[in-house]
């Protein structure tokens, strides 16, 4: 019966992973803009440097995600499947991590457990999305399983999962930055309130950071020497900003914490939203009663998941920078919550109808996306290109959001113009260029298409006129834009 039930576990954690996973074409803004970043990288051979098309970098986060997808693209083909390969694997990793967290924390519920996480909306959700979020989470687990090693594991050596527990936050900082160190917030509070019943040398600690800045730090020292200014970059505004201020319009108001991550936690915990609110009426007792060094396992247990949850949750509800998908790392240990939850009250596992039903409406939501109509499809607009213009070399997209998308389902360069001259950030500026540079840069070369919104489109042609071009519409309007081509004006003479 175990056999039965670990295939059962298996073949439902690799259909949630897997299935339709490339049946949908890559949605804009963000799956987009990493898929481009990636592609760009495998196609110009610069690994090193993130660069949205060949003159401008994209610099918000390191390399480690576009890294996996160039080389899932590599390996499998210019696809949304290989694409999201990396994602999908990451959340297999995420339920193989909190299998074998659980096993420490709470034997006996490691396989619930693992069905909550798949299950759970948001996780299954994002495990469709090209984003840094799932690979993040992903390592962030990795790193909470080693430090769950040398905590609760006392039947081997603590250094060793000391040592992975630092490897995890690594490469968590080679996918995000600064942000993939926030569970160490609450294992630094876990030692502080129960140190460990026995103690690790020293010297292994320091090889735990040692091997940190070695997998963390030469990328980061290697572009900040390439590009002058950088580092202030990163810390300025890709830190400080993003806690601080609301520069990038994240719902930062002072409510924003509540109209985003209230409903993330609702809505993406479902079905398992009321085995959640029930953990959650058991802390205030927790916290009330302290924990000693000689209470045992289940007791550090139930605190270690209480701070992983709650610290990293204040800290973003503090920062001003508020994103849904900040959250997804924390879905981790509230699964295992669940589940230690619920097989302390005796409930176990649902029946099997209903978690087979409930599997079935979330395969359906996601074949359902595929045909969903939006205008954040960039297959279809890859569709529409080609319907106007049979040649394609590169799509330039005139003050208005550019689908990064079209770098891997028409395989061309995609730049964002803008119409009026302005002074352009250094590092990560919202346009490539002015549409006259573009002109002047390129000139009339075949295969060249740009695109406007209707009521952009006479700004567009007058600018054009003024200096030397004209316009050509290629077809009707689509999704409320004008698709047209730049031609030499007869009798007009170039105004550089």
């Avoid at 709470?106 to 090209?130: D, K």
């Avoid at 802390?283 to 949850?309: H, I, M, N, Q, S």
């Avoid at 981790?332 to 029946?351: D, E, K, L, N």
């Avoid at 500026?429 to 489109?457: M, N």
Wanted: glycine share 8%.
């Amino acid at each position: 019966m175990a056999t039965r039930h670990r295939f059962l576990l298996i073949a439902l954690a690799l259909t949630l992973a897997f299935g339709f996973l490339g049946t949908r074409g890559i949605w804009d803004p963000d799956e987009g803009r990493y898929t481009n970043v990636a592609l760009t990288m495998l196609d110009s051979g610069n690994w090193i440097e993130p660069m949205r098309n060949g003159h401008t970098g994209h610099w918000t986060k390191p390399p480690l995600t576009y890294w996996l997808i160039a080389a899932s693209a590599a390996t499998f083909g210019h696809t949304p499947w290989a694409a999201r390969l990396p994602v999908a694997l990451a959340f297999l990793a995420c339920m193989w991590l909190i299998w074998r967290i659980t096993r420490h924390l709470a034997r006996g519920s490691e396989s619930l457990a693992v069905v909550v996480y798949a299950t759970m909306l948001l996780p299954f959700s994002a495990g469709h999305l090209v984003t840094t979020d799932f690979v993040l989470a992903a390592f962030q687990a990795l790193a909470m399983y080693g430090f769950v090693l040398f905590r609760f594991d006392l039947s081997r050596p603590p250094q060793h999962g000391l040592v992975l527990m630092w490897l995890g936050f690594a490469l968590g900082f080679m996918t995000k930055g600064p942000p993939a160190l926030m569970p160490l917030l609450a294992v630094v509070l876990l030692h502080w309130l129960v140190p460990r019943p026995t103690s690790c040398h020293w010297r292994w600690h320091l090889l735990g950071v040692v091997l940190f800045f070695a997998v963390a730090l030469p990328w980061f020292a290697l572009v900040s020497f390439r590009n002058d200014g950088l580092i202030d970059y990163f810390l300025g505004a890709e830190l400080v900003d993003r806690v601080a201020s609301n520069r990038f319009e994240r719902n930062g108001q002072w409510y924003g914490w509540i109209a985003v991550y209230l409903p993330t936690i609702l809505i993406g915990t479902m079905p398992w939203t009321a085995s959640l609110w029930r953990w959650l009426r058991t802390l205030p007792a927790l916290f009330r009663t302290r924990v000693a060094a000689g209470d045992g396992v289940d007791k550090a247990a139930a605190l270690l998941l209480a701070l992983w949850v709650l610290v990293p949750l204040l800290v973003f509800c503090l920062a001003r920078s508020r994103l849904p998908l900040y959250l997804l790392p924390l879905f981790v240990p509230m699964a295992i919550a669940v589940a230690m939850t619920r097989q302390a009250q005796g409930v176990g596992m649902p029946r099997g109808r209903w978690l087979l039903l409930w599997v079935v409406l979330l395969l359906g939501l996601r074949l359902a996306s595929a045909y969903f109509p939006t205008h954040k499809d960039a297959s279809v607009w890859a569709d529409a290109i080609r319907e106007r213009a049979p040649h394609v070399s590169e799509v330039i997209f005139v003050e208005d959001m550019a689908r990064y998308g079209l770098r891997l389902h028409l395989g061309v360069e995609v730049e964002k113009v803008s119409i009026a001259p302005g002074t352009r950030a250094r590092f990560n500026p919202s346009d490539d260029e002015t549409l006259w540079d573009e002109i002047k840069e390129t000139g009339v070369e075949h295969g060249l298409i740009y695109v406007v919104k209707q009521e952009r489109w006479a700004h567009v042609q007058g600018t054009v006129m003024q200096h030397g071009y004209v316009t050509r519409p290629l077809g009707e309007p689509f999704q409320g834009r004008i698709i047209f081509e730049v031609e030499t004006g007869d009798g007009i003479a170039d105004s550089e």
